[in-house]
């Protein structure tokens, strides 16, 4: 069976039948996500096709910005696919760091990416990284303790009905908490998060004329409302909590709700990873009323390093690994709902798709994140939880580690706040701003 689909995919991705003569072996930098390990598990496949070996090296999110962000800057040349994101490929696609995507085949259809995503993964209209999955974030609950507690989610709720929703679903004698939330320092683990929240309450990074804002009453609103919260009714340690640790807390049934990826869908809802799997409900990210909902855009993407040797080896697997064939080979042998999502229009138009619980608010999700217009007020930055400059990742992990210090209990709000506008504010003067 997977053979089958391994010469098919070698034959639609028009992969040269010299190359298995050639012994090659690309090293992948990848994230240690589910879909990211699935993958891994096909790769037999494309080396079956192709001759192409493959070597992985599998890094939690944390350490995979590092070493990649270091590889690339410093031209060290570990890697011939690197595991990247919204954030940094326009950026590295900008300064010459990534070899251009152009020359895909016609029958990977680069047309049917969402426009979302190659959007994000492009700079002046070249596509620079090609999205595993795409995702924006989303409310997952459990609807048995939803209505245990006499409450019913609405499919666009509030900040305040979350926070009541919490308490009411929080049993700490069960080991039961209401609510799991992202609190891991680290600019795209909990520091994503809030931002991404903190959009929904009018806060923003950066004024119009590139000023930090942390000392502006809407950042206070909303690290004060999410410390709140959790003292009341999340985990115990949530400084620690990014993704992974989040999930399986969800999957052993200690949340009531989860606020994260939507990509987290398919995971919460497999009965064999999953004791709430038959119980799980799924509804938009939280506002305050504001106009703007606390939802990211992302994507976890392929790119190709500039100055790697293997370039042309490279591209193949990036046109197997992110092709229609792959997300049908993943569906055939595991299932519609396992497959990487939010990357292709076409799969948001399979019939067998649309099936899956979780597919129509992941979508309407993806769609209603606007990286062009991320804040409630103006500001002179791209990105929902980020900001697309260079100086970003650099600042906003100091910043994160401020706020998860906070979290801990070693500092006040107002403390951490005064601290994130001064180092940002001496940061971004030092960059010229």
Not at 172 to 182: E, K, P, S, T, V
Not at 281 to 303: H, V, Y
Not at 380 to 407: L, M, N
Not at 420 to 432: D, H, P, S, V
């Amino acid at each position: 069976m997977y053979l089958k689909h391994a010469l098919r995919a070698a034959t639609a991705l028009t992969f040269v039948a010299t190359a298995a003569a050639h012994a090659q072996t690309i090293t992948i930098a990848t994230v240690n996500n589910g879909d990211m390990i699935r993958m891994q598990g096909y790769t037999d496949n494309f080396t079956e096709a192709t001759g192409i070996e493959v070597e992985w090296v599998t890094l939690e999110e944390n350490v995979l910005r590092q070493r990649v962000t270091t590889d690339i800057t410093t031209k060290g040349g570990q890697f011939d696919i690197m595991t990247i994101g919204m954030y940094e490929t326009p950026i590295w696609g900008a300064n010459g760091w990534l070899v251009p995507l152009d020359g895909l085949s016609d029958e990977y259809d680069v047309g049917d990416i969402l426009p979302a995503m190659s959007g994000g993964l492009s700079h002046e209209g070249t596509l620079y990284a090609a999205p595993f999955y795409g995702e924006s974030s989303m409310i997952m609950y459990r609807t048995d303790l939803m209505e245990k507690a006499g409450m019913e989610m609405p499919d666009a709720p509030t900040w305040e009905f979350i926070r009541e929703a919490a308490a009411a679903m929080t049993d700490r004698d069960a080991d039961i908490n209401g609510i799991c939330l992202r609190g891991k320092a680290g600019w795209g683990e909990g520091g994503a998060f809030i931002t991404a929240m903190s959009n929904s309450f009018g806060a923003r990074w950066f004024d119009e004329d590139w000023k930090p804002q942390f000392d502006q009453p809407e950042w206070a609103d909303t690290l004060n409302f999410y410390v709140g919260m959790m003292n009341e009714s999340g985990p115990a340690g949530y400084a620690t909590n990014g993704f992974n640790e989040n999930l399986s807390l969800f999957q052993q049934g200690k949340c009531g709700m989860w606020i994260d990826a939507t990509v987290a869908a398919s995971f919460v809802t497999n009965p064999t990873d999953s004791t709430v799997a038959d119980s799980v409900g799924f509804a938009l990210a939280p506002d305050t009323g504001l106009g703007k909902r606390s939802n990211w855009l992302w994507a976890w993407a392929l790119a190709i390093p500039a100055g790697t040797e293997q370039a042309d080896s490279a591209k193949q697997f990036i046109e197997w690994a992110t092709s229609k064939d792959y997300i049908d080979l993943v569906a055939e042998n595991e299932g519609w709902a396992n497959v990487p999502p939010g990357a292709r229009t076409s799969l948001y138009e399979n019939p067998n798709y649309q099936e899956v619980p979780f597919a129509k608010m992941t979508l309407e999700s993806i769609l209603s994140a606007d990286p062009n217009n991320p804040t409630v007020k103006p500001v002179p930055y791209v990105g929902i939880q980020f900001a697309a400059i260079p100086e970003f990742a650099g600042i906003a992990t100091q910043v994160s580690q401020e706020f998860s210090a906070v979290y801990a209990g070693q500092q006040t709000v107002e403390e951490a706040l005064a601290k994130a506008q001064a180092f940002t504010a001496e940061e971004m003067e030092a960059a010229g701003y």
